[in-house]
């Protein structure tokens, strides 16, 4: 069982954060190592430069931060529940966030890679489908900015099922 | 019962750049109540607000599933979520 710190955003086995200053990936790995691990897996969202062939000139992200930090708390404590995970980052920016800059950052450790691999998987694709934050991009030749809509939004639309207590 | 509106992304922009509200709603109200109070509030929000397709609604931190109406006590917090594109 996890216990909470005084950092709400921390227990021992799982770290969250939706903010504008984003740690590091080794600051994220250094959470994450153990002795008991052999494996540490990651996957970072970065901006991209282009959608569908519009050059992206502006990207930057919105949240309902305490909300989204609390989904992301319930999608690692869900991904250490199916794979034998001993530890769980997931941070996602706000603000601006230029091509090449990471936007969300998920790790995951495991004494064996399969697990670790298959978390990261799950926790990104279960973040697409329901953490509240969203996107706004520029393009080039535009007057307008847009906002993004993830497809496993709707998709997911039968897993927002309320948790009663 | 008072409670508290929170309008994120287009939805706020369509709401007029506002990012949270208070509102005073009758006794015995409900969530679809409130969908109802701000189309009439926020007339460029009503096509928006009105179809739960459009705005997913967040109570206090939880999604309330499609197609189910929750009632709204004093002091709740209630989100308007459209499609989400984190990550």
């Known amino acids: 069982m996890s216990s909470f710190s005084a950092d709400t955003h921390k227990s021992n086995t799982i770290w969250v954060k ?4 984003l740690p590091s990936l080794q600051e994220c790995h250094d959470f994450c190592a153990d002795p008991s691990c ?39 404590a869900e991904a250490m529940s199916k794979y034998d995970l001993k530890r769980v980052v997931a941070v996602h920016k706000v603000g601006n966030c230029p091509v090449g800059q990471a936007s969300v950052v998920l790790v995951c450790s495991s004494p064996h890679r ?3 691999l298959k978390g990261c998987s799950y926790l990104i694709n279960e ?3 329901r953490v509240p934050i969203w996107k706004r991009e ?24 309320m948790v009663k207590e | 019962t008072t409670v508290k ?16 509200v208070e509102i005073e709603l009758s006794y015995e109200s409900n969530t679809t109540t409130l969908r109802n109070v701000l189309a009439e509030k926020y007339p460029k929000l009503a096509e928006l607000v009105l179809d739960e397709d459009n705005i997913t609604f967040a109570l206090n931190e939880e999604y309330i599933p499609s197609g189910e109406s929750l009632p709204l006590k004093n002091g709740d917090t209630i989100a308007l979520i459209p499609p989400i594109s984190g990550g």
């Open chain 1, 18 to 21: 939706v903010s504008e200053e």
């Open chain 1, 38 to 76: 052999g494996a540490i897996s990651s996957f970072v969202g970065v901006t991209r430069d282009s959608f569908q062939s519009k050059k992206v000139l502006k990207l930057w992200y919105e949240a309902y931060t305490p909300m989204a930090e609390k989904e992301l708390r319930k999608l690692c």
């Open chain 1, 114 to 116: 399969n697990d670790g």
């Open chain 1, 127 to 129: 973040l697409k489908a």
């Open chain 1, 138 to 161: 520029v393009y080039e030749g535009d007057s307008d900015a847009v906002w993004k809509e993830n497809i496993e939004w709707k998709e997911g639309k039968s897993k927002r099922v």
């Open chain 2, 5 to 20: 509106v929170l309008f994120f992304a287009s939805a706020r922009e369509a709401a007029g750049n506002i990012s949270s």
